[in-house]
Each structure stands twice: as structure tokens, then as C-alpha cells.
């Protein structure tokens, strides 16, 4: 009697699958994150505005805000072989900056899962000095 509504439960069915697969590919946590920057010397680059970077970051972090990151991209272009690990507040915003880099030929992209706020939460140091 109601197959409209079950067809709609099988696509978000299908779409909480998919995310659950293939969504989280891409993106790291704040330990991983860590290690790549200590092992690996990822580069952090955090698409923050100008202010919230300045109350702290993640240390040797660079700012490009995300308001205009696309005509800034050729900037990046000297980290383009190596990791790159973008963050943003929550992890929403860098998670656009991610597919934006990747568009744009760079090899390894990681969104920082939770953002600055997961990174406070994992009691790991932030800066307030500029790079």
C-alpha cells in the first residue's frame, strides 16, 4: 500500500550505506593526523577565516580560507606530491577544500575528521604564532 515510502527508505538505506563505504576514504583522524605530520611531513592547510586561525591552529598549519580557496589553489601547488591534511572547524568546510585540491592534480588529500574541534579534544597543542 506504501511503496513510495518504502522506495524512499531503500535510497537512504542505500545512501547511509554508501557514506559508511566510501565516505570517511578520504579523511583522517586526529592521531593519524599526528603521525602523518611527525613521519610523514604533511603539510596542514586550514580553511578557517583569518580570525578563528589566529585564536589558534595546529601548529606549522597554513591559512587559505575557504572563502576564495579555489583561485588560491596555484599557491599550493609546491605541496601537490606530498600529504596534504586540510582541517576547518568541524570538518565540513575542508571537506569541499579536499575535493577541491583533488580536482586540481594533488595526490594525497585528507580531511581532518572533526576538524580543530576533534583536534582539541584530543588534547593536541595549537599555536597562535603565524608561520
Not at 116 to 122: G, H, V
Request: charged fraction near 20%.
Amino acid at each position: 500500500n506504501h511503496w513510495v515510502l518504502f522506495a524512499a527508505l531503500g535510497v537512504i538505506i542505500g545512501l547511509l550505506t554508501y557514506t559508511l563505504i566510501v565516505g570517511d576514504k578520504g579523511s583522517v583522524d586526529p592521531s593519524s593526523a599526528t603521525a602523518m605530520i611527525n613521519q610523514r611531513d604533511a603539510t596542514v592547510i586550514d580553511v578557517r577565516p583569518a580570525a578563528d586561525f589566529a585564536k589558534g591552529h595546529i601548529i606549522n598549519a597554513i591559512n587559505v580560507p575557504m572563502n576564495g580557496f579555489k583561485k588560491q589553489t596555484a599557491a599550493l601547488t609546491r605541496y601537490k606530491e606530498g600529504p596534504v591534511i586540510v582541517n576547518c572547524r568541524s570538518g565540513s568546510q575542508s571537506q569541499a577544500a579536499c575535493h577541491v585540491l583533488r580536482k586540481a592534480g594533488f595526490n594525497e588529500v585528507y580531511n581532518l575528521k572533526g576538524g580543530i574541534l576533534a583536534w582539541e579534544s584530543a588534547n593536541l597543542p595549537l599555536t597562535r604564532k603565524k608561520r
